[in-house]
Structure formats: structure tokens, C-alpha cells
């Protein structure tokens, strides 16, 4: 070691402040550059531990770096590694996924000390190096990190960097570390796994879908199964991805779709452009893999991997296909919400909301209509559970058949009657509803069985064999209740001859087409009949 010349890391100091301490001050961010360096060196395995005094260690069983890969590659800033490798790692499995070589910087935006031990695959030798920010940025542009050798077994490979003196005081909360590495990558490879390790011993996987494992799903759209025939940009791209719909509105940091190109985080999530106006957007998150973006020239991806530069002619026509993609999921969403809220609803309701209000046949049915369309609305942000209560307090004032219920008719009336009346049998329901008010009265007189108008001359009137006003009696003046009692065998009367008589003498058929006998004219004889029915509950036989 003492023929070698000392590491040197030759830089402008300013270099390191504006693209390591300004540019990096998020930790996921930062550790986020060191697990690309770790998916670059072809490693299976990534542990990120969290360590009780506040330090920030990240170890991985990569091919690791010699003494002359630390000096010409870890210590050069700003090396384009494809200028000098293929785009492809060592093992030739993977595409690289680091390309500006400004990583090491990064590490400076969460700690002022960073330690590096690496030990390249079969050698034996491994190299340990201390870099300091405060004596880095008190040098003159050639800073001389502390350097020391060591021996290892054969077995040993991979690269092990400490973060510590961190600039942050907060506790470090090793799911959040997860949840926002989720965020930084979408590598799918089967053989690479990263694990954060809290002080504690707990462990949190980080996997690409772990970032929506937030999100309570209610609608999914996986590409490229759901391209459709328009999306040929898309195809022919290879891009793929996975956006879904929460059941609730989401916290603005889930909010939007985030690009990834080659793994990693190319664009913070957004909306494109797209109206965003549109509440539906705040139910939405995902992703999607735009990796052809990494072999366009000039670079399109930031240095911090946070934006695409959209002035190019590429990345606009990219950003067109996104909107158009995001609006038309957005409206995708509104349909399949609003029948799944309707499903729902309707399922709880017992029937479907078209086949109640159509039921309506009075005028009173385009205003009940009008209630229902604005509850199922998808421009109204109602929960099923709360949709569908609204819609029971609406039918109780505007049942199916409202004009049929709306007369409270009586018990036993709507008892003989409502199968009919629901089938449009009207002029069978008003003959039974005769035949059990005729019935009621010959039971209550104790009369023999007859023609229907004896039946009720004999029962009902100043004679009668019934009082219909009986409870009443000492309340009013005799007359009150004598005519009270006649216009009960009155209009019994009248109702056998107005109604039963015509319709057990016509064909029903006459009546029909020539409205002769509508609807209206059923409700109207039923809520006479309950009228009638209703004095005879009351009725007392005469002394």
C-alpha cells in the first residue's frame, strides 16, 4: 500500500453542496441511490438497519468494488458509467440502472459522515474509506478521504455503507423508510429483495406493490392486459404498470401516478396535466414503466430522479397519451363507482331504483326522479351506506306504487287488493274490495247471505241493523249522527251500483280501451271503500 498513490476525490466544493445537501434532503431519496448502486452490482440481497443511536447502515452481496474500482469509478463525480460498460451489469441479468454517477453526493444531504467498506468478489482484500462534509468543504477541490485495508475470507463480497452524524433529529420510523423506497422502485426482479430493519428487530419488506398496500382498493386496471385498441403508442413502447381506485379519498402524498423508467423513480406522482379538477383524480394512484425513456438522447430524467424535462418532442408526446390515459380511467371510474353504488343500493333496497320510480304514476313521478338521479349521482361524494339510507327515507315518502300507498288505504283493503292493483288488474281489485267490505257487513249484522245491495240497506242507514256513529252519539246532535248513518247505506250503495255492478256486466276490455275505467278511478272506489270499511270497525249493533 505504500507504492499507491492516496484516494483523491478531486470536486468543486459547491459541487457537493448543490447536488448532494441541497438535492437530497429526503432519506428514502438518499438510500434510494445506494440501493441502485447494490441492484447495479448484481446483489440478491439488501438490508437497510436503522440503528438505535440514530446511524443509518446499508449492506448488500453485490460483486463489491476494488481498491482501483473505488478510486476510478466510486470517487469519480459525475461518471456516465454506460460510457465505459454496456448498459447491462456484470452478469448481464440486469439493466443498469444508475447512469450519472452522482449518487455518492446524495449520501451528503442526510449525514456528514459517510463510511464504505467493499470487498470485490473473489479477493481478499477489503477497502474502507471515511468521508467527512465538514472537512470535505474546508478542502481546496482535492479531498483525501481516510483510507485503511483489511483482509477477508474468499466468500466475502458485497459493499457496506454507514450513514452517521445525520443532520435530522426526529426519530427514524422504519416503515415510513419502506413505504418511501416502495416509492423510488419498480424493480421486479424475482432474486432481489430489500429489507429496512427498525432498532427493534423488525423487518418491512419493500416490494413494488408495497407502496399501494396503503390503499384500500375498490378498482384496478393492470397494463398491458387493459391497453386497448387506441393505446398503439403505449404498446408499441412496452409500457406496462398498474393504477388503482381507492374506496376513499386518498392523502395527497398516494395521490397521483408515478413514472418509472428501468426501476426507478423517473417522475413524482401527478396527473399529467389532466383536469385535475375532478374529485375522482383524488381516488387514484399507481404507476407505470416508461423505460424506453432511458435510451433517449439528451438525458430526460432529472439528477435527483424526481421530473421528466417535457420540452422534448418525445416526452410531450408522452405527456399527451398520459392525460388522455388518466382522464379516461378517471371517467371509467365514475361509471363503474356509480353502478357498484347502485348495485349496492338497490340490492339492500330490494329492487332496482328505475323499476320503483317508474312504478309512480302520478305527475309526483318525475320529482321523485329528480331526488333519485341526485343521490346516485357520481358528482356527489356519498358513501353506499349513506346513498342507500337516503334512498329508504325517499321510498317511505314515495314507496314503489306511491299513488297506491299514499291513500292509506285500509288493512284489509290493501290485504285483497294489492296483487291486483301492482299487476294493473284494476277492475278486479275494486270487486274485491267490495266483495270483503259486503262480506265485513253481512258478518256484522248477522245477515243472510243476499244480493249485495239488500245486504247493505239492510245493515246501514237511520234502521239499520248496524250504528256506525255509535261512539260518537253523545257527542253530537241526534240529526249529525241520523245523517251520518244514512250516507253509509248511501254510499254503500252507490259503490255496489257504480262499481261492482258495471264491472261485473262489461267486458273488461270496453272499460280498458275506453277509459271508461282508468287507474285514477281505481283509486279513487278503493279509498272510498276504505273510508266505508273504516266506519264499519267502529260499528255497534242497534239497540
Not at 450513514?163 to 424493480?187: C, E, H, M, Q, W
Not at 376513499?248 to 413514472?259: A, K, Q, S, V
Not at 399507481?286 to 438522447?297: K, M, Q
Not at 285483497?416 to 257487513?441: G, L, P, Q, S, W
Request: aromatic content about 8%; hydrophobic content about 35%.
Amino acid at each position: 500500500m505504500e507504492n499507491e498513490s492516496p484516494l483523491v476525490l478531486t470536486f468543486d466544493p459547491q459541487t457537493v453542496d448543490h447536488l448532494g445537501a441541497k438535492m437530497y434532503s429526503h432519506l428514502p431519496n438518499a438510500l434510494a441511490e445506494l440501493v441502485a448502486n447494490a441492484y447495479d452490482a448484481d446483489a440478491t440481497q439488501v438490508l437497510i438497519r436503522i440503528e438505535s443511536n440514530g446511524s443509518v447502515s446499508i449492506t448488500d452481496d453485490g460483486h463489491g468494488m476494488s481498491r482501483e474500482d473505488v478510486s476510478t469509478k466510486y470517487l469519480h463525480i459525475g461518471r456516465n458509467r454506460r460510457l465505459d460498460q454496456s448498459a447491462s451489469t456484470e452478469s448481464g441479468r440486469r439493466r443498469v440502472s444508475g447512469k450519472k454517477g452522482l449518487g455518492k453526493l446524495a449520501l451528503f444531504g442526510i449525514g456528514k459522515r459517510v463510511e464504505l467498506m467493499t470487498t470485490r468478489s473473489n479477493s481478499k482484500e477489503r477497502t474502507c474509506i471515511v468521508m467527512s462534509y465538514d472537512d470535505m468543504m474546508a478542502s481546496d477541490g482535492a479531498y483525501r478521504p481516510t483510507e485503511s485495508q483489511g483482509e477477508v475470507t474468499l466468500e466475502t463480497h458485497g459493499t457496506a455503507v454507514r450513514l452517521s452524524d445525520l443532520k435530522r433529529t426526529s426519530p427514524i420510523n422504519g416503515s415510513d423508510v419502506a413505504v418511501g423506497l416502495a416509492r423510488l422502485f419498480n424493480y421486479v426482479d424475482a432474486d432481489f429483495k430489500i429489507v429496512v430493519e427498525s432498532p427493534e428487530g423488525e423487518r418491512f419488506r419493500v416490494t413494488p406493490e408495497s407502496r399501494l398496500d396503503a390503499v384500500d382498493v375498490e378498482f384496478e386496471w393492470n397494463f398491458p392486459q387493459d391497453w386497448s385498441d387506441d393505446d398503439a403508442f403505449e404498446l408499441s413502447k412496452g409500457t406496462s404498470g398498474h393504477i388503482v381506485a381507492s374506496k376513499t379519498p386518498l392523502r395527497h402524498g398516494m395521490r397521483g401516478i408515478t413514472l418509472y423508467v428501468k426501476g426507478r423513480l423517473a417522475n413524482e406522482p401527478e396527473y399529467f396535466g389532466a383536469s385535475e379538477s375532478s374529485y375522482a383524480y383524488s381516488y387514484l394512484s399507481g404507476y407505470l414503466a416508461v423505460d424506453y425513456l432511458d435510451d433517449l438522447d439528451p438525458d430526460v430524467i432529472a439528477t435527483d430522479r424526481r421530473a421528466i424535462d417535457w420540452d422534448t418532442e418525445e416526452t410531450m408526446e408522452l405527456r399527451d397519451r398520459l392525460q388522455m390515459l388518466v382522464a379516461r380511467i378517471g371517467l371509467e371510474w365514475r361509471q363503474r363507482r356509480k353502478l357498484k353504488k347502485k348495485d349496492e343500493s338497490e340490492a339492500a333496497l330490494g329492487s332496482t331504483t328505475e323499476e320503483w320510480v317508474n312504478s309512480i304514476r302520478t305527475e309526483e313521478r318525475e320529482a321523485v326522479r329528480g331526488i333519485v338521479a341526485a343521490i346516485e349521482s357520481d358528482d356527489v361524494e356519498i358513501p353506499v351506506a349513506q346513498q342507500t339510507e337516503l334512498l329508504r327515507m325517499v321510498q317511505k315518502v314515495a314507496p314503489p306504487r306511491a299513488e297506491y300507498v299514499w291513500r292509506h288505504l285500509h288493512p284489509e283493503i290493501q290485504q285483497v287488493t294489492r296483487a291486483f292493483y301492482e299487476r294493473d288488474d284494476f277492475y278486479t281489485a275494486v270487486n274485491e274490495a267490495i266483495k270483503r267490505y259486503v262480506n265485513r257487513t253481512k258478518s256484522s249484522a248477522g245477515l243472510d247471505s243476499g244480493e249485495a245491495a239488500r245486504i247493505v240497506s239492510q245493515a246501514f242507514g237511520g234502521n239499520g241493523k248496524l250504528q256506525v256513529f255509535a261512539p260518537y252519539l253523545n257527542l253530537f246532535d241526534p240529526s249529525t249522527a241520523y245523517n251520518v248513518e244514512q250516507g253509509q247505506m248511501h254510499v254503500s250503495m252507490g259503490v255496489v251500483a257504480g262499481f261492482r255492478n258495471p264491472l261485473a256486466h262489461e267486458e273488461v276490455e270496453k272499460l280498458h280501451s275506453s277509459g271508461a275505467f282508468s287507474f285514477d278511478d281505481c283509486l279513487d272506489a278503493l279509498s272510498i271503500i276504505s273510508h266505508l270499511m273504516r266506519r264499519l270497525d267502529g260499528a255497534q249493533h242497534r239497540p
